[in-house]
């Protein structure tokens, strides 16, 4: 399985981005698809992940009620909306996917990673 994201790009706060993230090759490989965030100076945080087959959305709390994360099965991509964007959301955000995983926060569940997509939020 290959992730390749798109979407990022520069925004004030208060404004809106929408990363997408394809993944090609085997479906059975991505059940699990979360996005990653790495800030300037900061540690590695989960955003947001969901399941093919579960369907169960799990968010971590700074981004709960402005981030949504969604999938499309059929295209086998999921999209993460971020909404009421603030400069602490700046980073580099990676897909992950995995075929399964025991916690949907813990990185080392995922074995796929994408390149990574920038995302900058000015005030």
């Known amino acids: 399985v290959q992730l390749v994201e798109s979407g990022g790009g520069s925004v004030q706060a208060g404004g809106s981005l929408t990363l997408s993230c394809a993944a090609s090759g085997s479906t059975s490989g991505s059940d699990a698809m979360a996005w990653f965030r790495q800030g300037p100076g900061k540690e590695g945080e989960a955003v947001a992940a969901?399941?093919?087959?579960?369907?169960?959305?799990h968010y971590a709390y700074p981004v709960k009620g402005r981030f949504t994360i969604s999938r499309d099965n059929a295209e086998n991509t999921v999209y993460l909306q971020m909404s009421s964007l603030k400069p602490e959301d700046t980073a580099m955000y990676y897909c992950a996917a995995s075929a399964r995983v025991r916690t949907w926060w813990w990185r080392n569940d995922y074995d796929k990673w994408g390149q990574g997509t920038q995302v900058t939020v000015s005030s």
């Open positions: 969901t399941y093919r087959q579960r369907g169960a959305k």
